[in-house]
């Protein structure tokens, strides 16, 4: 079956099996392995992307239903020259240790701050319980997001002010 779908601002068209998930289209199909396999039973979170701005799990997601939407994964979210504030805060903070959860954690966490900019931490912990890390403890993921919401904030007020 064909499908038609835009990852990170670029356009696809790909023939796949109407039962391929995304989380396979994008790591197998596409070569975006950033989006992580962690239990194909969508409790893990590993594999949160967003699709047209909302965070879903993309084992819960077919490629076909994801046809003429806009997905964007953690390769889209930033670059290596060019971090994303989240990505820059889990490395400021140490909100990671494996790293295995992280694109998840952040996929969702960018998904909070577009609709809170100052989230509390009891929001944030909220936020992000359909991801799981069995590394952290989750403290610093938490401290993460509020510097990454911190900046994003600053960032806005600077752009705010000079406009």
Same mark, same amino acid.
Not at 117 to 129: C, G, K, W, Y
């Given at each position: 079956?064909?499908?038609?779908?835009?990852?990170? +601002?670029?356009?696809?068209? =790909? !023939?796949?099996?109407? =039962?391929?998930?995304?989380?396979? &289209?994008? =790591?197998?199909?596409?070569?975006?392995?950033?989006? %992580?396999?962690?239990?194909?039973? $969508? /409790?893990?979170?590993?594999?949160?992307?967003?699709?047209?701005?909302?965070?879903?799990? #993309?084992?819960?997601?077919?490629?076909?239903?994801?046809? +003429?939407?806009?997905?964007?994964?953690?390769?889209?979210?930033?670059?290596?020259? !060019?971090? %994303?504030?989240?990505?820059?805060? &889990?490395?400021?903070?140490?909100?990671?240790?494996?790293? &295995?959860?992280?694109? +998840?954690?952040?996929? #969702?966490?960018?998904?909070?701050?577009?609709? !809170?900019?100052?989230? #509390?931490?009891?929001?944030?912990?909220?936020?992000?319980?359909?991801?799981?890390?069995?590394?952290?403890?989750?403290?610093?993921?938490?401290?993460?997001? /509020?510097?990454?919401?911190?900046?994003?904030?600053?960032?806005? $007020?600077?752009?705010?002010?000079? !406009?």
């Amino acid at each position: 079956m064909n499908v038609t779908l835009t990852v990170n +601002g670029k356009p696809y068209t =790909r !023939d796949v099996e109407p =039962r391929t998930l995304l989380v396979h &289209f994008l =790591r197998e199909d596409l070569g975006l392995t950033g989006t %992580h396999v962690g239990c194909d039973t $969508s /409790q893990c979170g590993a594999c949160t992307v967003h699709l047209n701005g909302d965070a879903v799990k #993309s084992c819960t997601v077919l490629a076909v239903q994801a046809g +003429g939407l806009e997905v964007t994964t953690i390769e889209g979210l930033g670059t290596v020259a !060019d971090l %994303h504030p989240l990505q820059a805060g &889990f490395w400021e903070k140490h909100g990671l240790q494996c790293g &295995f959860c992280t694109p +998840g954690m952040i996929m #969702s966490a960018a998904e909070l701050l577009r609709h !809170d900019p100052d989230p #509390s931490e009891a929001t944030i912990r909220h936020h992000l319980e359909g991801n799981y890390c069995r590394c952290t403890g989750y403290h610093n993921i938490v401290l993460a997001v /509020q510097h990454a919401a911190a900046a994003m904030r600053e960032r806005e $007020s600077g752009q705010a002010a000079d !406009d």
